[in-house]
Nanobody, 123 residues
Framework: VQLQASGGGLVQPGGSLRLSCAYS????????IGWFRQAPGKEREEVSC???????YYADSAKGRFTISSDNAKNTVRLQMSSLKPDDTALYFC??????????????????WGQGTLVTVSS
């Protein structure tokens, strides 16, 4: 089982980024995948999730600005982020919980996670 996030970088406030999570060894048809972020001095936050039925979840901080989507043919989950703010600066990673078959969103406690990608929002 592997998850690998990519697509982070430096962006100005108000800008956009698209993150990708490539996963293998399990299926989104059976396990939800969540996007989490961790910033220094802040609690880890699950910003978005997509479940086995394609239902989506967004934290209040992400609603209206972030969009999660899946490409099942490529085993990839993407997070389109727009109107980025300095408060969005964090390490973003994707994760799943393989202990809960048919899991819904949010993922919450996860059992598998991948290396993150750093998003820096700064002028």
């Amino acid at each position: 089982v592997q998850l690998q996030a990519s697509g982070g970088g430096l962006v100005q406030p108000g800008g956009s980024l698209r993150l990708s999570c490539a996963y293998s060894g399990f299926s989104l048809e059976h396990y939800a995948i969540g996007w989490f972020r961790q910033a220094p001095g802040k609690e880890r936050e699950e910003v978005s999730c997509i479940d086995t039925n394609g239902n989506t979840y967004y934290a209040d901080s992400a609603k209206g600005r972030f969009t999660i989507s899946s490409d099942n043919a490529k085993n990839t989950v993407r997070l389109q982020m727009s109107s980025l703010k300095p408060d969005d600066t964090a390490l973003y990673f994707c994760a799943t919980n393989l202990f809960v078959y048919g899991s819904g969103c949010p993922v919450g406690d996860f059992s598998q996670w991948g290396q993150g990608t750093l998003v820096t929002v700064s002028s």
